[in-house]
């Protein structure tokens, strides 16, 4: 199982961006999907997560500014993130809970992380 992760970049306090992460390989099934971000100097720390069926949560600090959604049909989860603050500069990381072919239980597995930089 493979997490690809895409859409970071450099913008402007104000602007937006959407990350995406998709899933691939020998998957029976994803459970929750999620975002975690880590910023120089600091511990990794959750951002959003959605469940098998859609439900979100989000960490305090993005409330009302991010949002998470899933596309099932495509094992891939995103992460839209509007007026972005430069306190979001960070490495965004996707972490998905996947059961294998062949598994009885699920694993969390993460994808490479992607590198938002939002100047003042």
């Known amino acids: 199982v493979q997490l690809q992760a895409s859409g970071g970049g450099l913008v402007q306090a104000g602007g937006s961006l959407r990350l995406s992460c998709a899933a691939s390989g020998s998957i029976l099934n994803i459970n929750s999907m999620s975002w975690y971000r880590q910023a120089p100097g600091k511990q990794r720390e959750s951002v959003a997560a959605?469940?098998?069926?859609?439900?979100?949560n989000y960490a305090d600090s993005v409330k009302g500014r991010f949002t998470i959604s899933r596309d099932n049909a495509k094992n891939t989860v995103y992460l839209q993130m509007n007026s972005l603050k430069p306190e979001d500069t960070a490495v965004y990381y996707c972490?998905?809970?996947?059961?294998?072919?062949?598994?009885?239980?699920?694993?969390?597995?993460w994808g490479k992380g992607t590198q938002v930089t939002v100047s003042s």
């Open positions: 972490n998905a809970h996947i059961t294998v072919n062949g598994a009885y239980f699920g694993s969390h597995y």
């Open positions: 959605i469940t098998g069926v859609g439900s979100p």
